[in-house]
């Protein structure tokens, strides 16, 4: 009985000491590892947008691109001819340094302040490969539970912009959950939580194919049918439109 004691006792010890850098070894290693991460250079998805309104729910085709180190672009479409609204174009676009938003809804803008900011940190294939060298911090906070189980919570901080609470299954280290608080105009300061779940092997990398997002101001669902990696992409479709 004593062994058994000391042996829960030690369990705990050895729990409690997790760093995390440990769990961020762990992470990278359940989604792939280092050497197989190391080796993409881009990802292409391709999926289904869902947006809940007051008016039901609205689904039409997403595309999302990733170049490293932090460019991406987001294209939505939608059809809201059954509100009066007609097709609309959401199209997000990140160069490394400068993000414009062509939004046929709420017109074309610069992005600027705390969503220009999380687009910079927003390293592919993720923050978390490289963070020391691409000058961000993460701290361990205690568990929390997300659903029934029991997740790693850390705190993900660039220089500028808002920091990030993430969230990774303790048994898994598969990130199931992340919040953000970003300042967007006109709205003001907003969190938003988004959920992972349906992760599926591509290409030896472990891709959550489902995620759940929601906020004061809206909720949405992406699901994702297709990935791709490593193509050659077009560089001028993370710019800012010349005309």
């Not at 881009?42 to 609205?58: D, I, K, L, Q, Y």
């Not at 672009?73 to 160069?95: C, E, S, W």
């Not at 006109?186 to 906020?215: C, N, W, Y």
Request: aromatic share 6%; proline share 4%; net charge negative.
């Amino acid at each position: 009985m004593v062994a058994v004691v000391a042996l829960l006792f030690g369990s705990a010890h050895a729990a409690a000491a997790q760093t995390a850098d440990e769990i961020i070894e762990q992470h990278l290693a359940a989604i792939g590892g280092r050497a197989a991460l190391g080796k993409l250079t881009s990802r292409m998805m391709a999926g289904t947008f869902t947006v809940s309104t007051p008016a039901g729910e609205f689904s039409g085709p997403l595309e999302i691109w990733n170049q490293a180190p932090n460019k991406t672009r987001t294209l939505i479409n939608l059809d809201l001819a059954n509100v009066g609204v007609g097709k609309i174009t959401i199209d997000q676009r990140f160069d490394g340094v400068t993000g414009y938003a062509i939004d046929t809804l709420q017109g074309n803008r610069d992005i600027t302040g705390d969503q220009l900011e999380a687009m910079r940190a927003g390293y592919f294939p993720t923050p978390l490969l490289n963070y020391k060298q691409n000058g961000l911090s993460v701290d361990l906070m205690c568990k929390e539970k997300v659903g029934d189980r029991d997740a790693f919570v850390l705190v993900v901080k660039a220089k500028t912009g808002p920091p990030i609470k993430q969230y990774f299954d303790a048994t898994t280290f598969m990130l199931v959950r992340q919040v953000v608080t970003l300042d967007i105009a006109p709205l003001g300061p907003m969190e938003q939580t988004t959920g992972f779940s349906d992760d599926r092997e591509v290409d030896g990398i472990k891709i959550a194919h489902k995620i759940v997002s929601s906020s004061s101001a809206q909720s949405f669902t992406v699901t994702i049918s297709k990935v791709e990696h490593n193509a050659a992409l077009d560089q001028t479709q993370f710019s800012k439109p010349a005309n």
